[in-house]
Nanobody
Framework: QVQLVESGGGLVQPGGSLRLSCAAS????????MGWYRQAPGKQRELVAT???????TFADSVKGRFTISRDNAKNTVYLQMNSLKPEDTAVYYC?????????WGQGTQVTVSS
């Protein structure tokens, strides 16, 4: 059973940047793609970015042009670079398989964008 551990969150001012990491205990190439998801208080979890085995990427409209996703297969790690952060990006961020996530989730990492 692959474990997913997210890190890199924190408190940042609007316009700032953060880089999230997701370390998997197994081979991330076992997934069709990897994705970053987020869940804000009172809202459903949403998929914000994906990266395929071949490193093709997709982004939700709300983050397009501000977020990038990358992967290091040798380290079984996926990254989410978040720039020009906005208060509405505040959420707990999770990584998982995409488009179908596993039926369990890591603890996530909290991102708070506030002045």
């Amino acid at each position: 059973q692959v474990q997913l551990v997210e890190s890199g969150g924190g408190l940042v001012q609007p316009g700032g940047s953060l880089r999230l990491s997701c370390a998997a205990s197994g081979n991330i190439n076992s997934f069709i793609a990897m994705g970053w998801y987020r869940q804000a208080p009172g809202k459903q979890r949403e998929l914000v970015a994906t990266i395929s085995r071949g490193s093709s990427t997709t982004f939700a409209d709300s983050v397009k042009g501000r977020f990038t996703i990358s992967r290091d297969n040798a380290k079984n790690t996926v990254y989410l670079q978040m720039n020009s952060l906005k208060p509405e990006d505040t959420a707990v961020y999770y990584c998982n398989g995409a488009p179908r996530p596993l039926d369990y989730w890591g603890q996530g990492t909290q991102v708070t964008v506030s002045s």
